[in-house]
């Protein structure tokens, strides 16, 4: 089965940085994503890991370890526009297809 | 950039009635995807598609369920006598290939089951 946690809300200040944990056990991986998605629209692609380690996007970060079935997003200069759900997603690295298990998403509110 | 479509953006329909949610996908994209947030749930995999069959579906993809690429453009779902539990937010999303490739999803489809 596919089992993805990740904190249900969190809440920081504007011009912060807030770390969002996502671990997963999962029947397979391929690969980590992480969405924004706000309320009443779809996800947008924000990172996607892949090999253990950091990637680096901008005010984005994303940090996978594989051995410990962990990954976290990292958003650094908090603005409010940021006030949205993360999505961590992990690919279950089927033959075909693409298929996503999603958590429930963290849902972050930015305070001025 | 190009972005993936959905019509209708709402749907309202009576329980027991044929509901088709249309999508059109990135151009030169070459797998689609079916995924539903119920209100204040998880995204969910229902279904994906490639060249022309199904390729993977979840539990929740039974027998009312069918996807369609009738021409070179659209991409449909069907469900042939929607129950109240279908009510929920229906996203289409393609991706270029299945390596290391991104879904791009479509702004959505509230389907709404009264």
């Known amino acids: 089965g596919q089992n993805i946690d990740q904190p249900t809300e969190m809440t920081a200040t504007e011009g912060a940085i807030v770390q969002i944990n996502c671990t997963y056990q999962?029947?397979?991986?391929?690969?980590l994503f992480w969405y924004q998605q706000h309320a009443g629209e779809a996800p947008t692609f924000l990172s996607y890991?892949?090999?253990?380690g950091l990637e680096e996007k901008g005010r984005f970060s994303s940090f996978l370890s594989r051995s410990k079935g962990y990954s976290y997003l990292l958003l650094k200069e908090l603005q409010m526009k940021d006030s949205a759900s993360y999505l961590c997603?992990?690919?279950?690295?089927?033959?075909?297809?693409?298929?996503?298990?999603f958590g429930g998403g963290t849902r972050v509110l930015v305070k001025p | 950039e190009p972005e993936v479509t959905q019509t209708p953006s709402h749907q309202v329909t009576q329980m027991g009635q044929e509901v088709i949610l249309r999508c059109v996908p990135i151009?030169?994209?070459?797998?689609f995807y079916w995924y539903r947030q119920i209100l204040g749930q998880k995204v969910e995999f229902l279904v994906s598609?490639?060249?022309?069959?199904?390729?993977?579906k979840s539990e929740i993809f039974d027998d009312q369920f069918s996807v369609e690429r009738p021409d070179g453009s659209n991409f449909t779902l069907k469900i042939r006598s929607t129950k109240l539990e279908d009510s929920a937010m229906y996203f289409c999303?393609?991706?270029?290939?299945?390596?290391?490739?991104?879904?791009?999803f479509g702004s959505g489809t509230q389907l709404s089951v009264l």
């Open positions: 999303a393609s991706s270029v290939d299945t390596q290391h490739e991104k879904l791009f």
């Open positions: 999962t029947s397979g991986f391929n690969g």
């Open positions: 890991n892949v090999l253990d």
């Open positions: 997603a992990v690919r279950d690295g089927g033959a075909a297809g693409n298929k996503l298990t």
């Open positions: 151009s030169n994209h070459l797998y």
């Open positions: 598609f490639y060249n022309n069959e199904i390729s993977e």
